[in-house]
């Protein structure tokens, strides 16, 4: 089955400062999502995007279906940004079924 | 609107006991998901309706855990005979159609089977 990696697994940051979250998927994909799940457990949506850019406030994504792989930039990050971000593809074969990567765990230190 | 909801919030159990666990998803989304999220194996697809049929089940991970839907509209998963390997976080997520539609997830049932 597809692969989803993300790298790095870690990241401490001082607010205010920028980053950049990788995935890479193993094969073609029909979606790719961005989640930010809270101290409390919630998935929030940030990004459906299976191909190109988008942008939403400090956060933007560009998918290179091409290259199999996606990123996530925070800019200006805040301390409220912490948590960890999930990537998740659906493969081609279309059942919906989303293949989470393991997670990047993010710190914003004030 | 409504998101998707789950209940109950936590459940404790004890080994070897059913438990029924139930997501209401958003309305008017005619695709359901279930999910498992635990410490070793990360967050893990269990099973996806589409209507009421269930055209993907390869997430189950025993024939003790078992989903329905009906009216299209909420799911119960039910897990027979716990054991303390089925402790996790269950979420649930709908989308509008089955394949390549934005999911939304629910907060998640937090099972503790001791």
């Known amino acids: 089955g597809i692969q989803v990696e993300q790298s790095p697994p870690d990241l401490i940051l001082q607010e205010g400062a920028n980053s950049t979250l990788r995935c890479n998927f193993s094969d073609s994909v029909n979606n790719l999502q961005w989640f930010h799940q809270n101290p409390w457990g919630q998935l929030i949506n940030l990004f459906y995007?299976?191909?190109g850019t988008k942008q939403n406030g400090r956060l933007s994504a560009t998918t290179v279906a091409t290259e199999r792989y996606s990123l996530l930039y925070i800019s200006s990050s805040q301390t409220t940004d912490s948590g960890v971000y999930f990537c998740?593809?659906?493969?081609?074969?279309?059942?919906?079924?989303?293949?989470f990567g393991q997670g990047t765990t993010l710190q914003v230190k004030p | 609107g409504a998101g998707v909801s789950q209940s109950p919030s936590n459940k404790v159990t004890e080994k070897g006991k059913d438990v029924e666990l139930r997501c209401d998803p958003i309305s008017g989304h005619t695709a359901l998901y279930w999910y498992r999220q635990s410490l070793g194996q990360g967050l893990e697809f269990l099973i996806y309706f589409q209507g009421n049929s269930a055209p993907d089940k390869s997430g189950l991970p025993s024939d003790r855990f078992s989903a329905e839907r009906t009216g299209g509209s909420v799911s119960t998963l039910t897990i027979q005979r716990t054991q303390q390997e089925d402790s996790a976080v269950y979420l649930c997520?709908?989308?509008?159609?089955?394949?390549?539609?934005?999911?939304?997830f629910g907060p998640g049932t937090r099972l503790t089977v001791t």
């Open positions: 995007i299976p191909s």
């Open positions: 997520a709908s989308s509008l159609s089955g394949g390549g539609y934005e999911q939304y």
């Open positions: 998740a593809v659906e493969g081609s074969s279309n059942t919906g079924k989303l293949i």
